[in-house]
């Protein structure tokens, strides 16, 4: 019954893959795209529109791309032999996918073999932690055969020259070294972690269900050895995964580890499985009728969710129970937090040159930033909830109900809208 229970808890972690290619987890983001034909750099630089209203240059008479056009021109900045490269006639609108602005324009430089600097300081004055990724090439699509850079607040220059064989090669180079491209996705993966709220409170959840530091700890392992195995298949592209099913998985696992702390005491577990999985039955055949089987959240994750419940239920049946299938069950929710880690990476791509820096600098920030997370809440976590004086109400029961209650939001949230 165990091994049941394990092999359909990884099932519910499978049935978010999908070949869908979209992402979740997007935090502030621009992109660009650069075509490099000697003497002309054509540019095309795009943004969420979310983050074009927060600029200054916003004002009634103008739309969003005339103030990214007008905030890019004056922050984008390109040098060659100590000489600024002209911007011709500004940036100007052009189309772009729904949620996002896009504009273009072309800098005059004026030898075809120089070094070019590049500093981009747009958006980072006002969102330190925002990240912009460039593409640069010297066909006219980037993607065919490009060079790609990685701007941050603290990285906001770059310098870039022909290859060694030239325009031949079809290839641009980049002074960037393996510190420099790990140091920069380092610095991604920490603010990533500390910024996610619904990551952050998933550890939370393992403080309440560990019991000692020492189980606390082990459950932490398995959680990172989850995220950084899909982290890393992800990144690579040799799996995908559908973003509204990972985001959705993402507050089921709050919801359902910071909830076994007080249904596995009263020994609940079994009927509020058995709930669970009835609901879940229901909302797949609502989603079988209002969408003929299609769309992200289709049956066959609904049907992995409701198969999860009714073995989670039937096996856990106290609170030892619970704390014995934990390790593994953290191994399991740690595979879909991977694919939300990915998200950021899958956005912003890796540089092909250097994938290995990339990958390792952006996981090991990841590690990083849950350490400062953790050391705290581990060291300190169980006197502040169990040791302190306190009424005939628990600090740890109440936190779980706090965090059960936001795990369902952000699932039913994410999963019916």
């Known amino acids: 019954m165990r091994l049941f229970a394990f092999l359909v808890l990884a099932a519910a972690g499978l049935a978010a893959l999908s070949p869908t290619p979209g992402w979740a987890h997007n935090k502030s983001l621009s992109f660009s795209d650069w075509h490099w034909d000697g003497k002309m750099l054509y540019v095309s630089f795009t943004a969420p529109s979310r983050d074009v209203t927060l600029l200054p240059e916003v004002t009634t008479s103008q739309n969003l791309a005339q103030a990214l056009g007008r905030h890019v021109a004056t922050h984008l900045q390109l040098t060659q032999i100590k000489s600024r490269c ?21 800098f005059a430089c004026f030898n075809e073999t120089a070094p070019i600097e590049i500093n981009n300081h747009a958006f980072f004055n006002l969102a330190r932690s925002h990240v912009h990724f460039a593409r640069l090439s010297l066909q ?29 090669s079809g290839r641009i180079e980049t ?21 996610g709220y619904d990551h952050l409170a998933f550890v939370f959840c393992l403080l309440l269900i560990g019991g000692t530091r020492n189980q ?49 005491r009263n020994r609940l577990m079994l009927r509020t499985g058995l709930t669970a999985a009835a609901v879940f039955f229901a909302l797949s ?3 079988a009728v ?39 069950m953290t191994i399991a929710f740690g595979l879909i937090h991977g694919f939300g880690f990915a998200g950021v990476l899958a956005d ?6 250097n994938v290995a820096g990339a990958l390792f600098g952006f996981n090991i920030g990841i590690e990083v930033g849950q350490l400062l997370v953790f050391i705290p809440l581990v060291f300190l976590g169980p006197y502040l909830l169990e040791e302190l004086p306190t009424p005939p109400i ?24």
Not at 95 to 105: E, F, H, K, S, W
Request: overall charge negative; aromatic content about 8%.
């Open 394 to 417: 628990k600090w740890a029961d109440l936190a779980a109900l706090i965090l059960t209650v936001l795990g369902t939001f952000l699932f039913v949230s994410r999963a019916l809208f």
């Open 216 to 264: 606390t700890l082990l459950l932490i392992t398995g959680f990172t050895i989850g995220h950084s195995i899909t982290l890393a298949l992800a990144a690579l592209g040799l799996v995908r995964a559908d973003p509204q099913v990972v985001e959705a998985l993402i507050g089921f696992s709050i919801a359902l580890v910071a909830a076994e702390r007080v249904l596995a």
């Open 175 to 195: 002074d960037m070294t393996f510190g420099e491209i790990f140091s920069g996705h380092f610095g991604l993966g920490v603010a990533h972690i500390i910024t």
């Open 140 to 168: 006219e699509d980037p993607a065919l055969d490009g060079t790609e850079l990685l701007f941050t607040a603290t990285q906001r220059m770059h310098r870039i020259a022909l290859a060694v064989d030239g325009a031949a």
């Open 86 to 106: 002209a911007l011709e006639r500004g940036f100007n609108a052009a189309p772009a996918r729904q949620g996002y602005v896009r504009v273009t324009g072309r």
């Open 285 to 287: 055949f609502i989603s």
């Open 290 to 328: 209002t969408t003929n089987g299609g769309g992200g959240f289709g049956l066959g994750v609904w049907a992995g969710l409701t198969l999860f419940c009714l073995a989670y239920g039937l096996v856990i049946r106290d609170s030892d129970d619970a704390l014995r299938l934990a390790p593994l």
């Open 348 to 353: 912003i791509g890796l540089p092909p040159g």
